[in-house]
């Protein structure tokens, strides 16, 4: 059996939705168990959310003030001091789990595997390097923690309907004091969280190292550097709208419109509304 | 503060097309532009700008690679840091490993801050940074857009997925730097001159006795599934029909 340990995310309140998808990734690894881990000040309403993904065999659940903002450096010893008891460590590939899963693997001694797109086999993975431009098989050597992220884009959330046991634990590594959350100012962002908006329009400089596969993208003004190609690959339909016939975003366009933006963007909210 | 250590990594330009060797072995790397990490120059213009605003002394280069790479520390002098530090390696070392060796120049320099890139755009992976303040028992701050420094320690404002996040680290400390952070200054011809007067210190990564790491083997290498290729519309008529079509609208 391949015991897994997955890190939950979540807002502190409720589960993000990467963490279902993370399931459906740690579930395709060979008679995997796989056990939820949730850090949270009040961990009770989020753990009933991880126990009802399917495939879920365990929650675990800390509670402590000290986990407001999910702070990686509050957050990574106490996921060690759990690791012990596991083959794999696994979080997303999210601007939370890219923070906190390298600061596990260093404290464990180990190398990460950054992105896993697809599993291959127990200890074979597929991720993209290059922002998408390559896809490389990895290895991870046995007898030592495998511990990875799940590039989010590339799964489908598990179902809910489980009644997993849920089960709290003490928190048993120190909580350092050099590092304090201040603020969360998403509520008051009018930014969405990209990761997760089903549509997105973007336009202005196009490189963010980030990968996002929302149902419909639209790109406007966007030329496409290498980068920001790779970056929305995953989209479900990708429309780009751009004066320059040659720019590359028209390769990767489901729909491409030849056009000046400050005509076309009027014309196409008019006939939106 | 006295010191901040910039680390800098050269990888393929961004504006290359990467291409897989037909074989499978790796990328095709040979000949093609080569330029420092885009994210990894962001984090060196915000180290100028700290300096320039005299909240900082002394500003250290630090890569890790081949001889090739004292180009891309070069260009990061002229861009107006004092000195660089290459650690010397035939072979890239893995994630781990180069945060080990950093580790190694932290403790011989005691920056009380070092910021590297969020991630480099050839792996990806987008560890050093966060596995560096681990090994170095310090607090870390990953996709910093904002900075502000107050006695010992640095209010940082982090670009997450759900919008911004504030967290407050002590110094000494580990930054990421983010895109939206500042955007870096164009390196100027007589600035060209004068950092190749600069000092440049080479390291073999075998003296720096780092541990070995597990490895994670790369074996490998292909393209990415295409995207079926798409349709071209005349007008936004056009365009709202085929949204239509695919019940987007």
Redesign the interface.
Same mark, same amino acid.
């Given at each position: 059996m391949a015991k897994v340990l997955l890190i939950a995310e979540h807002?502190g309140e409720s589960l993000n939705p990467s963490t279902a998808k993370c399931v459906a990734c740690a579930a395709d690894i060979a008679a995997a168990d796989i056990d939820v881990a949730v850090f949270a000040e009040s961990a009770a309403s989020i753990a009933a959310e991880a126990a009802s993904l399917e495939s879920v065999s365990r929650v675990i659940c800390s509670e402590n003030a000290a986990y407001r903002?999910g702070?990686?450096?509050v957050l990574?010893p106490q996921i060690v001091a759990l690791a012990g008891d596991y083959d794999y460590v696994l979080g997303p590939s999210?601007?939370?789990g890219?923070?906190?899963v390298?600061?596990?693997?260093?404290?464990l001694?180990? !190398? +990460?595997?950054?992105?896993i797109m697809s599993v291959e086999g127990e200890r074979?993975f597929k991720r993209?390097?290059?922002?998408? !431009?390559?896809?490389?098989?990895?290895?991870?050597?046995a007898?030592?923690p495998l511990v990875a992220t799940i590039r989010t884009a590339s799964y489908r959330p598990v179902g809910t309907g489980n009644s997993a046991p849920v089960e709290t634990l003490e928190m048993s590594a120190d909580v350092?004091d050099?590092?304090?959350?201040?603020?969360?100012?998403?509520?008051?962002?009018d930014?969405p969280?990209? +990761?997760?908006a089903a549509r997105v329009v973007a336009g202005g400089?196009g +490189?963010?190292?980030r990968i996002i596969a929302p149902?419909?993208y639209i790109a406007i003004g966007i030329s496409g550097?290498? +980068?920001h190609l790779?970056g929305i690959?995953d989209a479900g339909?990708?429309?780009a709208?751009n004066k320059d016939e040659e720019a590359p975003i028209?390769e990767?366009?489901?729909?491409?419109?030849?056009?000046d933006l400050f005509n076309?963007v009027p014309?196409?909210t008019d006939?939106?509304d | 503060m006295e010191k901040i250590l910039v680390g800098l990594k050269r990888v393929v330009d961004y504006n290359v097309r990467v291409r897989v060797k037909g074989d499978g072995s790796g990328v095709e790397t040979e000949g093609v532009k080569m330029s420092i990490n885009p994210f990894d120059e962001i984090a060196l213009e915000e180290a100028l700008r700290i300096k320039e605003r005299g909240e900082a002394t002394e500003i250290v280069l630090v890569s890790i690679g081949g001889g090739e790479a004292q180009q891309q520390l070069r260009t990061g002098l002229a861009m107006g840091a004092d000195r660089a530090i290459l650690v010397e390696t035939a072979e890239m070392p893995d994630p781990l490993s180069c945060a080990r060796a950093l580790l190694e120049i932290v403790n011989r320099e005691n920056p009380e801050l070092v910021i590297v890139g969020k991630q480099a755009i050839d792996n990806d992976n987008a560890q050093t940074g966060p596995m560096l303040a681990a090994l170095w028992g310090r607090p870390q701050a990953t996709f910093a857009s904002k900075l502000e420094f107050s006695g010992n320690s640095v209010r940082v404002t982090r670009e997450v997925d759900a919008g911004l996040d504030v967290i407050e680290v002590d110094l000494p400390a580990v930054i990421t730097a983010d895109l939206r952070l500042n955007e870096p200054r164009y390196v100027k011809l007589p600035d060209i001159m004068k950092a190749k007067k600069k000092p440049l210190d080479q390291v073999p990564l075998a003296d720096l006795s780092i541990a070995d790491s597990p490895v994670i083997a790369e074996t490998v290498f292909e393209p990415p599934a295409a995207r079926e290729r798409g349709i071209m519309v005349d007008d936004v008529a056009g365009l709202v029909g085929a949204l239509k079509d695919k019940g987007l609208l």
């Open positions: 807002d903002g702070l990686a450096a990574a999210t601007t939370f890219k923070d906190l390298p600061r596990v693997a260093a404290l001694g180990v !190398n +990460q595997i950054s992105d074979t993209p390097i290059y922002a998408g !431009n390559a896809v490389v098989t990895v290895e991870a050597p007898g030592v350092p050099h590092t304090r959350f201040i603020a969360s100012e998403t509520g008051k962002s930014r969280d990209l +990761q997760s400089r +490189q963010t190292g149902d419909l550097a290498i +980068q790779t690959k339909t990708i429309v709208i028209f990767v366009a489901d729909i491409g419109l030849v056009g076309v014309e196409l006939a939106v | -």
